[in-house]
């Protein structure tokens, strides 16, 4: 099992840049993918970015190209999201999650472990 805990999530202005984190524990000594996902009021969860084991590979989802950065510190067991440029459509639940691959994976139903999210509020 992997416990993943997002962080980082808040009340921000629109242009402004938030960094979220996602801290993963237990049995993270294998070659883990990750992912973060978003989900706003009412709609279905989204794919925001994804990071393959070694970091050399990354891929985001267009509404969020050009402004977000997925990273990864294997020795810390962390994922970063950083956000720039935010606009008050990126306001969601930010999700983090894993799944055991060497490769990019887009598809939320592949990812086996999720965090329990953080906020994101954008204000205009």
């Known amino acids: 099992q992997v416990q993943l805990v997002e962080s980082g999530g808040g009340l921000v202005q629109a242009g402004d840049s938030l960094r979220l984190s996602c801290a993963a524990s237990?049995?993270?000594?294998?070659?883990?993918?990750m992912g973060w996902f978003r989900q706003a009021p009412g709609k279905n969860r989204e794919f925001v970015a994804t990071i393959s084991w070694t970091g050399r590979s990354t891929y985001g989802g267009d509404s969020v190209k050009g402004r977000f950065t997925i990273s990864r510190d294997n020795a810390k067991k962390t994922v970063f999201l950083q956000m720039n440029s935010l606009k008050p459509e990126d306001t969601a639940v930010y999700y983090c999650a894993a799944v055991l691959s060497v490769r990019t994976v887009t598809t939320e139903r592949e990812y086996d472990f999720w965090g329990q999210g953080t906020q994101v509020t954008v204000s205009s």
């Open positions: 237990g049995r993270t000594a294998t070659t883990y993918t």
